[in-house]
């Protein structure tokens, strides 16, 4: 069936139509996908729209909004059609790039270097001088194979005549390639035969070669002890945090290119050199690819108040013995008051006429150039000079009176602070328009072209981030401000060479067995990832067991002796307030309580370890004080400001209604259902939350399953009011139990068992040890006549009990099974056992005092005596349990000084190993 | 013993010595220093050393950008003190002198001359006439440079007579400012020490379109007649340097209202104090720390072997 998709299209008028030409008739290399889509049953374009949107959201793929204190990512908005480009079209663009890349590579040198380009007039010299980003210890810094600029990206714009110009250029730390990478991989999904079909190049080889030539000038920063011709050097990806814009994108990359993704703590510059802190000792880096930005690299020559940097990071790279990726300062270059310059210096240095022109732009720091700019200012956006100088473009045309005269006065008082440039009318591609009808309507789009260096000149991305212009204002696309994106597709003359398609080849020859290159900062958030799903899903079976007893509760009559070891539990874990506040007196009017009671916002700390321990301390390793806690006392109030009546209108339907059930069950109640959902008591939201912070440091570690299993979990479940209902309680603790599940199969099947894991799995260990030992020494504490249910329960053991004694669970047979049972992976015993082999393949020797401790105490309790000790009220197992939980939190602070807590010395190199 | 090409000026022997007290134990300290005196015209150095305790392991020497001295430290020894003591010993070479400065151009030609700048001194003198981290330009600094740079005035007249401004103007005070107060609060506040004094005479001089550099160093003082010269109750000064087309670089006093003669020790000079300060460091560890620096400058008979 064939539909008129072009029924609502029309492209703004003096705007270039991608699509479209003079006659309305879609482009040849257009004519395919117009096509496919015409001839689709309708329908098939609203479920590929909202397949790309399902991918984009599981696979988290996103961008922080820099102004925003809480670190808010918006979900990366990717368009499920692609902008095509023709095969002449593009050719040009990459001429053009290739030879600005050039150009710009060698104006970098030239100002870091004899400045030939301020002596011939070339360049003002005060634009340099007084440029922002103009890095004076950097000057005279060399480069192997003179290459300082790596990566480039430059932002594109068609004017209506159909000729491409140039908006910006990107020289510092380039964003976005990892983003066209992944955009690919999903539209790639979407269209699967239109792909092959129309022949559109494939961008893993651009990566690759990237990744190659790095490799390459790594091996020539030969300080310190040179690399075997078969060795690989070490690359990392400096970031500058998980809180930057573009960290999604910078673990993506590392993850796809097999970098460590390192923080600027994780480096160190020793003698000159700089080395990687892992857990087997410092590790020498010959290259950093960074996205930090030029300034902020170094506190000691550079910014001093720059937390992100490596200290002694310039001296390293000016001696030569580390490439920095791109070059510190070569931020100067992003400067548009370079622009109106390019032409001139593009003929002196390169003998040849600028290919693609840039869009009209005057630097204000000369006289005549201010004169002409306040002259036609409506016509003209005024941007800052120096991206150091953080202004946002303004537009002359929405200036008036005041405002007008305020910038002028402004431009006058610093002119070389300001560039001006003329507006140019995007061109429009089309988007797909849900209707109904359902059709295609257009939009204003950028290009931004990616470009890297290799020993034989530069190369080109086939292809590149499309920006759409989604906001109101069409006139600018920022990725900050919101917009779009689209994959953008270039069509080759052959088929494609499938077999290398996205797939990188190892730049060494030697194999390697083991993460040697692990840092300690990665090993510390891995074993606490292992720790914080654990805890996550401990609380989510506690609060499973509380609420069904919650339940099924027929008031205090009633109720067995386990009711009191549970709620004990439940406020050990701060999910419910303690007896004193339970039996309080009425609330006061909740209005006062809210007004007073605001507790402080929990704001992300930008240092990962440190914001990691505080909220790490949320429950295993705490003790009772905290149930005083800010936060708790917070749920409390919150609790105590909804009084007596049903805490939440309920969906579903209630038992024979109480008579009267007192005020303390209502209150527990509420605050169960509460800890389920609230992130801001401690409860299960909380903790998943934890579990995320603390992923989101591993992202270049986890796999793209493991993270959609992530994202899955965090969805924010449906409820139809604040509290949810008993039910959707319960949905949401069984989804939860599943997700994690299938997280912990990712851990146990997925992964390598190389030391990241074995932190992984002890931190899991060692909470589970926790919690078991907690859970029992309550469960001792009952009478003896108490149910034992809950404890199969919490252990997940009740289908093995059920097998073996098909009876009601006994004392003997539930402790034999909880604590000595060694096949029992939720076991006492099971664990210490785990414990133990764990501490070993992390390289933890022997006579280590912790481990000696375990050790011993897994003796006592494989000696304990069945009969006389696997007792209610079991005096000495309950002892024994007590020894245990302080012997594991004792053991992960000697793990946390031992491994983390960075000590210093060279670790030993790999002996050669080839091939065989 | 060879002579000096130039009738030998003064010699002066100063120790720098920078003493930090930490509060908690430093595991790992890199320093970056800019301590050592520079050779130039006037200045030639016949001894120098630095003492780094506890000692430091790398000792890279090297140059910055504007052709300073430097020296970079890395101290992986734990510590709760650390001293780093620069000792020089240096000799002077006749500078300008007040006659000889006389007639210099109007300060308007050397400004527009170097709106296309010709000549490597040109080129160089660029350098220093833009903003700086420290230095910001200003039309509040223009208009009280206008003050002595009057239309027409020979430019090093203009700049002695602006030095004697400041002086008069300012009151010394070592409370009032820091090292991070900008330059409009100095103008407003009417005090401050030689490093702001220097930075404001820099920033006048800039904002009417003309170069001028920070120098640091160290300046001889004297003692009360009769009263023995105090160890470490020197200090490090700073002042400023002009550039003339005619006679090159020459440097004034704000502090002390002159023309530097021979009682100024030239460490180094950059846009501002930022380019050269002494010791810039990063510390592992540490917590607060307390700074105390001695200084002292004590001229040495130019018969006394060296």
Same mark, same amino acid.
Request: proline share 7%; aromatic share 6%; with cysteine.
């Given at each position: 069936m064939s539909v008129n998709l072009l029924h609502r299209y029309r492209a703004a008028p003096g705007t270039f139509d991608e699509l479209l030409d003079a006659k309305g008739q879609p482009r040849a290399h257009w004519k395919r996908l117009h096509q496919l889509l015409a001839a689709e049953r309708t329908g098939t374009m609203r479920e590929r729209k909202e397949?790309?949107?399902?991918?984009?959201?599981?696979?988290?793929?996103?961008?922080?909004?820099?102004?925003?204190?809480?670190?808010?990512?918006?979900?990366?908005?990717?368009?499920?059609?692609?902008?095509?480009?023709?095969?002449?079209?593009?050719?040009?663009?990459?001429?053009?790039?290739?030879?600005?890349?050039?150009?710009?590579?060698?104006?970098?040198?030239?100002?870091?270097?004899?400045?030939?380009?301020?002596?011939? %007039?070339?360049?003002?010299?005060?634009?340099?001088? %007084?440029?922002?980003?103009?890095?004076?210890?950097?000057?005279?810094? &060399?480069?192997?194979?003179?290459?300082?600029?790596?990566?480039?990206?430059?932002?594109?714009?068609?004017?209506?005549?159909?000729?491409?110009?140039?908006?910006?250029?990107?020289?510092?730390?380039?964003?976005?390639? %990892?983003?066209?990478?992944?955009?690919?991989?999903?539209?790639?999904?979407?269209?699967?035969?239109?792909?092959?079909?129309?022949?559109?190049?494939p961008l893993g080889e651009f990566f690759q070669t990237m990744r190659d030539s790095l490799a390459q000038w790594g091996h020539q920063c030969n300080g310190g002890e040179p690399l075997r011709e078969s060795e690989a050097p070490l690359i990392v990806l400096l970031t500058p945090g998980r809180y930057n814009e573009t960290y999604y994108e910078q673990a993506y990359l590392a993850r796809y290119l097999g970098l460590p993704l390192v923080e600027g703590g994780d480096l160190t510059v020793r003698s000159g050199l700089v080395w990687l802190k892992t857990l087997s000792g410092l590790r020498r880096v010959h290259v950093i690819m960074r996205r930090v930005d030029d300034d902020f690299c170094d506190p000691l020559e550079l910014r001093t108040d720059s937390a992100l940097g490596v200290a002694g990071l310039t001296e390293a790279a000016r001696r030569g013995n580390v490439l920095v990726a791109n070059s510190l300062g070569s931020n100067l270059l992003e400067s548009g008051a370079l622009l109106g310059f390019l032409p001139g210096i593009c003929e002196n240095l390169l003998g040849e006429k600028l290919k693609m022109p840039s869009v009209a732009t005057w630097w204000c720091g000369q006289p005549d150039a201010l004169k002409k700019v306040i002259e036609k200012l409506d016509h003209l956006v005024i941007k800052p000079s120096f991206p150091q100088l953080r202004q946002f473009p303004v537009f002359g045309q929405d200036l008036e009176g005041k405002e007008r005269e305020s910038l002028i006065a402004a431009m006058r008082a610093t002119p070389h602070h300001y560039v001006a440039q003329e507006m140019v009318r995007l061109s429009q591609a089309p988007v797909w328009h849900a209707g109904p009808p359902e059709g295609l309507s257009a939009r204003s789009i950028g290009l931004r072209v990616f470009a890297c260096a290799t020993p034989d000149g530069y190369v080109v991305m086939p292809g590149g981030l499309t920006r759409v212009a989604t906001g109101p204002d069409a006139r600018i696309i920022t990725m900050q401000q919101g917009g779009g994106s689209k994959d953008t597709w270039v069509r080759a003359s052959v088929q494609p060479v499938a077999g290398r398609r996205g797939h990188l080849q190892a730049a060494s020859t030697e194999l390697v067995r083991d993460d040697t290159n692990l840092s300690?900062?990665?090993?510390?958030?891995?074993?606490?990832?292992?720790?914080?799903?654990?805890?996550?899903?401990?609380?989510?079976?506690?609060?499973?067991?509380?609420?069904?007893?919650?339940?099924?509760?027929?008031?205090?009559?009633?109720?067995?002796p386990e009711w009191d070891s549970m709620m004990a539990l439940c406020q050990w874990f701060a999910l419910i307030p303690d007896q004193a506040e339970l039996n309080a007196a009425p609330p006061e009017p909740a209005a006062e309580v809210e007004a007073d009671e605001k507790p402080e916002p929990v704001l992300p700390s930008p240092t990962p370890s440190q914001s990691q321990l505080q909220s790490q301390s949320g429950a295993g390793t705490q003790t009772q004080s905290q149930t005083q806690s800010p936060i708790a006392s917070q749920a409390v109030a919150a609790i105590a400001a909804a009084p007596a009546p049903a805490p939440a209108p309920s969906s579903a339907p209630e038992p024979a209604p109480e008579p009267v059930r007192p005020i303390t069950d209502v209150r527990i109640e509420a605050a169960l259902l509460n800890a389920v959902i609230s992130p801001d008591v401690p409860g299960l939201a909380m903790q998943k939350q934890n579990l995320y912070n603390t992923a989101s440091h591993l992202r270049e570690r986890l796999s793209i399953d493991n993270w959609r299993a992530l994202n899955r979990l965090m969805q924010r479940p449906a409820c139809a009011s604040a509290l949810p209902s008993p039910a959707e309680a319960m949905t949401i603790l069984d989804d939860t139990a599943t997700a994690l599940m299938t997280l912990a199969g990712f851990a146990l099947d997925g992964m390598n068992?190389?030391?990241?894991?074995?932190?992984?799995?002890?931190?899991?260990?060692?909470?589970?040890?926790?919690?078991?030992?907690?859970?029992?020494?309550?469960?001792?504490?009952?009478?003896?006549?108490?149910?034992?249910?809950?404890?199969?329960?919490?252990?997940?053991?009740?289908?093995?009990?059920?097998? &073996?004694?098909?009876?009601?669970?006994?004392?003997?047979?539930?402790?034999?099974?909880?604590v000595q049972?060694?096949?029992?992976?939720?076991?006492?015993?099971?664990?210490?056992? %785990?414990?133990?082999?764990?501490?070993?393949?992390?390289?933890?020797?022997?006579?280590?005092?912790?481990?000696?401790?375990?050790?011993?105490?897994?003796?006592?309790?494989?000696?304990?005596?069945?009969?006389?000790?696997?007792?209610?009220?079991?005096?000495?197992?309950?002892?024994?349990?007590?020894?245990?939980?302080?012997?594991?939190?004792?053991?992960?602070? &000697?793990?946390?000084?031992?491994?983390?807590?960075?000590?210093g010395k060279p670790a030993e190199r790999r002996k050669a190993q080839r091939k065989s | 013993m060879s002579m000096p090409e130039q009738p030998a000026g003064p010699r002066y022997w100063v120790q720098h010595a920078t003493h930090y007290t930490y509060q908690q134990l430093v595991s790992l300290s890199q320093q970056y220093l800019h301590v050592s005196p520079r050779d130039f015209d006037y200045q030639r150095t016949e001894a120098h050393r630095i003492i780094i305790d506890p000692p430091a392991e790398d000792g890279g020497i090297g140059a910055d950008f504007f052709g300073n001295c430097t020296r970079y430290a890395t101290i992986t020894t734990p510590h709760q003190k650390l001293l780093v003591q620069a000792e020089s010993t240096v000799v002077l070479s006749p500078r300008l002198t007040l006659a000889q400065i006389a007639g210099s151009a109007p300060w308007e030609r050397v400004r527009d001359a170097l709106v296309t700048p010709h000549g490597a001194a040109a080129l160089d003198a660029i350098r220093y006439m833009s903003s700086s981290p420290h230095v910001r330009c200003s039309a509040e600094l223009a208009a009280y440079a206008r003050l002595d740079?009057?239309?027409?005035?020979?430019?090093?007249?203009?700049?002695?007579?602006?030095?004697?401004?400041?002086?008069?103007?300012?009151?010394?005070?070592?409370?009032?400012?820091?090292?991070?107060?900008?330059?409009?609060?100095?103008?407003?506040?009417?005090?401050?020490?030689?490093?702001?004094?220097?930075?404001?005479?820099?920033?006048?001089?800039?904002?009417?379109?003309?170069?001028?550099?920070?120098?640091?160093?160290?300046?001889?003082?004297?003692?009360?007649?009769?009263?023995?010269?105090?160890?470490?109750?020197?200090?490090?000064?700073?002042?400023?340097?002009?550039?003339?087309?005619?006679?090159?670089?020459?440097?004034?006093?704000?502090?002390?209202?002159?023309?530097?003669?021979?009682?100024?020790?030239?460490?180094?000079?950059?846009?501002?104090?930022?380019?050269?300060?002494?010791?810039?460091?990063?510390?592992?560890?540490?917590?607060?720390?307390?700074?105390?620096?001695?200084?002292?400058?004590?001229?040495?008979?130019?018969?006394?072997?060296?």
């Amino acid at each position: 069936m064939s539909v008129n998709l072009l029924h609502r299209y029309r492209a703004a008028p003096g705007t270039f139509d991608e699509l479209l030409d003079a006659k309305g008739q879609p482009r040849a290399h257009w004519k395919r996908l117009h096509q496919l889509l015409a001839a689709e049953r309708t329908g098939t374009m609203r479920e590929r729209k909202e397949s790309v949107q399902r991918e984009v959201r599981e696979n988290g793929i996103a961008y922080n909004v820099y102004a925003d204190a809480k670190g808010v990512q918006r979900p990366w908005d990717l368009n499920a059609l692609p902008l095509i480009l023709a095969q002449d079209d593009w050719a040009n663009i990459e001429a053009a790039v290739i030879q600005r890349a050039s150009l710009f590579n060698k104006v970098l040198l030239d100002v870091y270097g004899p400045q030939n380009l301020l002596r011939d %007039g070339l360049l003002p010299p005060a634009l340099i001088h %007084g440029h922002a980003g103009f890095l004076r210890p950097c000057a005279g810094m &060399r480069h192997p194979g003179n290459v300082a600029l790596h990566f480039y990206a430059v932002d594109l714009a068609r004017a209506a005549d159909g000729r491409w110009w140039v908006v910006a250029d990107r020289t510092q730390a380039p964003s976005g390639a %990892g983003y066209a990478l992944e955009n690919r991989a999903i539209i790639g999904r979407a269209f699967p035969d239109l792909l092959r079909e129309m022949k559109v190049r494939p961008l893993g080889e651009f990566f690759q070669t990237m990744r190659d030539s790095l490799a390459q000038w790594g091996h020539q920063c030969n300080g310190g002890e040179p690399l075997r011709e078969s060795e690989a050097p070490l690359i990392v990806l400096l970031t500058p945090g998980r809180y930057n814009e573009t960290y999604y994108e910078q673990a993506y990359l590392a993850r796809y290119l097999g970098l460590p993704l390192v923080e600027g703590g994780d480096l160190t510059v020793r003698s000159g050199l700089v080395w990687l802190k892992t857990l087997s000792g410092l590790r020498r880096v010959h290259v950093i690819m960074r996205r930090v930005d030029d300034d902020f690299c170094d506190p000691l020559e550079l910014r001093t108040d720059s937390a992100l940097g490596v200290a002694g990071l310039t001296e390293a790279a000016r001696r030569g013995n580390v490439l920095v990726a791109n070059s510190l300062g070569s931020n100067l270059l992003e400067s548009g008051a370079l622009l109106g310059f390019l032409p001139g210096i593009c003929e002196n240095l390169l003998g040849e006429k600028l290919k693609m022109p840039s869009v009209a732009t005057w630097w204000c720091g000369q006289p005549d150039a201010l004169k002409k700019v306040i002259e036609k200012l409506d016509h003209l956006v005024i941007k800052p000079s120096f991206p150091q100088l953080r202004q946002f473009p303004v537009f002359g045309q929405d200036l008036e009176g005041k405002e007008r005269e305020s910038l002028i006065a402004a431009m006058r008082a610093t002119p070389h602070h300001y560039v001006a440039q003329e507006m140019v009318r995007l061109s429009q591609a089309p988007v797909w328009h849900a209707g109904p009808p359902e059709g295609l309507s257009a939009r204003s789009i950028g290009l931004r072209v990616f470009a890297c260096a290799t020993p034989d000149g530069y190369v080109v991305m086939p292809g590149g981030l499309t920006r759409v212009a989604t906001g109101p204002d069409a006139r600018i696309i920022t990725m900050q401000q919101g917009g779009g994106s689209k994959d953008t597709w270039v069509r080759a003359s052959v088929q494609p060479v499938a077999g290398r398609r996205g797939h990188l080849q190892a730049a060494s020859t030697e194999l390697v067995r083991d993460d040697t290159n692990l840092s300690s900062r990665m090993a510390e958030n891995l074993l606490w990832f292992g720790r914080n799903a654990e805890r996550c899903d401990n609380i989510a079976r506690l609060l499973r067991v509380a609420l069904n007893s919650v339940f099924e509760d027929a008031g205090p009559s009633e109720r067995g002796p386990e009711w009191d070891s549970m709620m004990a539990l439940c406020q050990w874990f701060a999910l419910i307030p303690d007896q004193a506040e339970l039996n309080a007196a009425p609330p006061e009017p909740a209005a006062e309580v809210e007004a007073d009671e605001k507790p402080e916002p929990v704001l992300p700390s930008p240092t990962p370890s440190q914001s990691q321990l505080q909220s790490q301390s949320g429950a295993g390793t705490q003790t009772q004080s905290q149930t005083q806690s800010p936060i708790a006392s917070q749920a409390v109030a919150a609790i105590a400001a909804a009084p007596a009546p049903a805490p939440a209108p309920s969906s579903a339907p209630e038992p024979a209604p109480e008579p009267v059930r007192p005020i303390t069950d209502v209150r527990i109640e509420a605050a169960l259902l509460n800890a389920v959902i609230s992130p801001d008591v401690p409860g299960l939201a909380m903790q998943k939350q934890n579990l995320y912070n603390t992923a989101s440091h591993l992202r270049e570690r986890l796999s793209i399953d493991n993270w959609r299993a992530l994202n899955r979990l965090m969805q924010r479940p449906a409820c139809a009011s604040a509290l949810p209902s008993p039910a959707e309680a319960m949905t949401i603790l069984d989804d939860t139990a599943t997700a994690l599940m299938t997280l912990a199969g990712f851990a146990l099947d997925g992964m390598n068992r190389d030391r990241g894991w074995r932190f992984l799995s002890l931190g899991r260990r060692l909470e589970r040890l926790q919690f078991q030992s907690l859970m029992l020494q309550e469960a001792l504490s009952m009478d003896e006549e108490g149910s034992l249910d809950w404890m199969l329960e919490l252990s997940d053991s009740i289908v093995t009990y059920r097998a &073996r004694y098909r009876a009601q669970p006994e004392w003997l047979q539930v402790l034999d099974l909880l604590v000595q049972d060694e096949t029992n992976p939720r076991s006492v015993r099971f664990q210490l056992e %785990g414990v133990l082999q764990g501490l070993d393949r992390i390289g933890v020797v022997d006579n280590h005092d912790g481990a000696d401790t375990m050790r011993a105490l897994t003796d006592e309790l494989l000696a304990l005596d069945p009969a006389t000790h696997l007792v209610a009220h079991g005096a000495v197992l309950r002892s024994l349990l007590a020894r245990i939980d302080a012997a594991s939190k004792d053991l992960a602070d &000697r793990i946390s000084l031992q491994f983390f807590s960075y000590t210093g010395k060279p670790a030993e190199r790999r002996k050669a190993q080839r091939k065989s | 013993m060879s002579m000096p090409e130039q009738p030998a000026g003064p010699r002066y022997w100063v120790q720098h010595a920078t003493h930090y007290t930490y509060q908690q134990l430093v595991s790992l300290s890199q320093q970056y220093l800019h301590v050592s005196p520079r050779d130039f015209d006037y200045q030639r150095t016949e001894a120098h050393r630095i003492i780094i305790d506890p000692p430091a392991e790398d000792g890279g020497i090297g140059a910055d950008f504007f052709g300073n001295c430097t020296r970079y430290a890395t101290i992986t020894t734990p510590h709760q003190k650390l001293l780093v003591q620069a000792e020089s010993t240096v000799v002077l070479s006749p500078r300008l002198t007040l006659a000889q400065i006389a007639g210099s151009a109007p300060w308007e030609r050397v400004r527009d001359a170097l709106v296309t700048p010709h000549g490597a001194a040109a080129l160089d003198a660029i350098r220093y006439m833009s903003s700086s981290p420290h230095v910001r330009c200003s039309a509040e600094l223009a208009a009280y440079a206008r003050l002595d740079f009057g239309p027409g005035r020979p430019l090093l007249d203009a700049a002695l007579a602006f030095t004697q401004r400041i002086f008069d103007d300012f009151e010394y005070d070592g409370s009032a400012t820091d090292i991070s107060t900008p330059l409009d609060e100095v103008l407003r506040l009417k005090r401050g020490v030689c490093q702001d004094f220097a930075q404001l005479m820099i920033g006048c001089m800039r904002s009417i379109g003309l170069p001028a550099r920070y120098v640091s160093g160290y300046v001889l003082t004297h003692p009360p007649p009769g009263q023995p010269r105090m160890i470490g109750a020197d200090a490090s000064h700073a002042w400023v340097s002009v550039y003339c087309p005619q006679r090159g670089w020459v440097d004034f006093d704000p502090t002390n209202r002159s023309l530097v003669q021979s009682e100024h020790i030239t460490l180094g000079w950059g846009r501002d104090f930022s380019d050269v300060t002494p010791l810039r460091g990063v510390v592992l560890g540490g917590g607060d720390h307390d700074l105390v620096v001695n200084v002292t400058v004590t001229p040495l008979d130019a018969a006394t072997p060296a």
